[in-house]
Nanobody
Framework: QEQLVESGGGLVQPGGSLRLSCVAA????????MGWHRQAPGEERELVAQ???????NYADSVKGRFTISSDNAKNTWYLQMNSLKPEDTAVYYC?????????WGQGIQVTVSS
C-alpha cells in the first residue's frame, strides 16, 4: 500500500516563504501526475498546482508567479515552493498523485500565514 507523507508546513509571516515536500513511501513507479491541493476553513478543496511526468505544470490563478511545483522522480518526491505568502493562502495542504496503482492522497499539513 502506497503512502504519501507531507512535511514542511507551519506558521509564517505574510510575505514569507515555505517549502512543502511529499514523499511517496514505498512507491515503485513514478506517478503520472503529482500535485497539491488545499482546503481553507469553510471552503471546498481546490487545486493549487500539478506537475506531470513529462515536466509540464499548471497552477491555480491565485498562486501563479508565487508558487512553484517541482519533482525529483528518482526519489518519488515532489515539492511546493511557496513565496510571497498571503493570509488567504492559509489552509490545510494535501499532496496527491495519480499513477499505475491509482490515486493517492496525503493526510494534509497546515499552512498558516499570519502576523
Amino acid at each position: 500500500q502506497e503512502q504519501l507523507v507531507e512535511s514542511g508546513g507551519g506558521l509564517v509571516q505574510p510575505g514569507g516563504s515555505l517549502r512543502l515536500s511529499c514523499v511517496a513511501a514505498g512507491s515503485i513507479f513514478t506517478p503520472y501526475v503529482m500535485g497539491w491541493h488545499r482546503q481553507a476553513p469553510g471552503e471546498e478543496r481546490e487545486l493549487v498546482a500539478q506537475i506531470r511526468i513529462g515536466g509540464s505544470t499548471n497552477y491555480a490563478d491565485s498562486v501563479k508567479g508565487r508558487f512553484t511545483i517541482s519533482s525529483d522522480n528518482a526519489k518519488n518526491t515532489w515539492y511546493l515552493q511557496m513565496n510571497s505568502l498571503k493570509p488567504e493562502d492559509t489552509a490545510v495542504y494535501y499532496c496527491n498523485s495519480v499513477g499505475q496503482r491509482g490515486t493517492h492522497w496525503g493526510q494534509g499539513i497546515q499552512v498558516t500565514v499570519s502576523s
